[in-house]
């Protein structure tokens, strides 16, 4: 079987998203055969464009600020216009997950705006795969998926506190999701190679 790449395309203003970022590169990686691509959309390069272009998956991360993804995501999301006209993500997988600091804080809407950034690229949308956690008398908010999301994963960090306190049942929520975009991505490797997805569509 062939091996894959799982990029993460996400910004973190101070810390806290990244640390998901390396559970859900964690996570991807522990699959055999994947490779796994960081990259830092605040500050990304004419390589890093290219990396994204040569992924199987791309996994969109974000905190949420003021209910949507940041402005450093939006520029970056702007600037993948380009690749929108020529169809270059068509077909990919896609995946996200966000931060923030209330339980609710309007994240799922950072998380229904990266499924349309996908959808608007013609991309294959993953969804979390697991049931809420913390819903009832004897759950516990270490469960996994303890926020209850679907579409994607959703963590919350006190905003008083640094990295270090993200939740351990985020961290390894994050780790899931990225294991099992990891999985569905192998599943999909073999049905298309991303550099020949332009000429498919075009023709
Ligand atoms: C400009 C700004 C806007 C924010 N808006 C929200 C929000 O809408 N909902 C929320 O729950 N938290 C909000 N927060 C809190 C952040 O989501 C939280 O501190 C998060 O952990 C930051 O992640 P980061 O360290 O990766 O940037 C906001 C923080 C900032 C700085």
Redesign the pocket.
Known sequence: MSSITVGIAYT???????ELANAVAEGAASIPGTRVAMIDVAAVTDDDWQTLDGCHAIVFGS?????SASGAFHAFAEATSGRWTTRAWQDKIAAGFT????MS???LHTLQYFSMLAAQHGMHWISLGLLPGWNTTTASEDDHNRLGFYLGAGAQ?W?DQGPDAVHAADVSTARHLGRRVATHTRRFADAFDPAEVGAATAG
Do not use: V
């Open positions: 973190s203003g101070y810390g806290h998203t990244r905190p949420t600020y003021m209910g931060n923030s600091g209330s804080g309007d994240k960090t905003n």
